[in-house]
């Protein structure tokens, strides 16, 4: 059974930083391109960033110059460095798999608040 788990989400300060991780557990990794989503309360899912197999990478008009996204394709992992969070930021965070059947991790909370 092929799965997506994510961790490092928790409270934070404005200003303040974070590092969301997601580890793949069987099935492939380094073929897919991974993305990351987020959906606030009373909002849509929305996308953060990608990353294809290949490395490149793209991001959300609201989080560029802010977040990171990278992978290590021998430790199946994508992180999401979050720098400068902002309150907007607030929201729980996903972990996709771009495949046919598109998969989902379960979503960390990320809470920005003074």
């Known amino acids: 059974q092929v799965q997506l788990v994510e961790s490092g989400g928790g409270l934070v300060q404005p200003g303040g930083s974070l590092r969301l991780s997601c580890a793949a557990s069987g099935g492939g990794f380094s073929a897919y391109a991974m993305g990351w989503y987020r959906q606030a309360p009373g909002k849509q899912r929305e996308l953060v960033a990608s990353i294809t197999s290949g490395g490149n990478v793209n991001y959300a008009d609201f989080v560029k110059g802010r977040f990171t996204i990278s992978r290590d394709n021998v430790k199946k992992t994508v992180h999401l460095q979050m720098n400068s969070l902002k309150p907007e930021d607030t929201a729980v965070y996903y972990c996709?798999?771009?495949?046919?059947?598109?998969?989902w991790g379960q979503g960390t909370q990320v809470a920005v608040s003074s």
């Open positions: 996709k798999r771009f495949s046919v059947v598109p998969l």
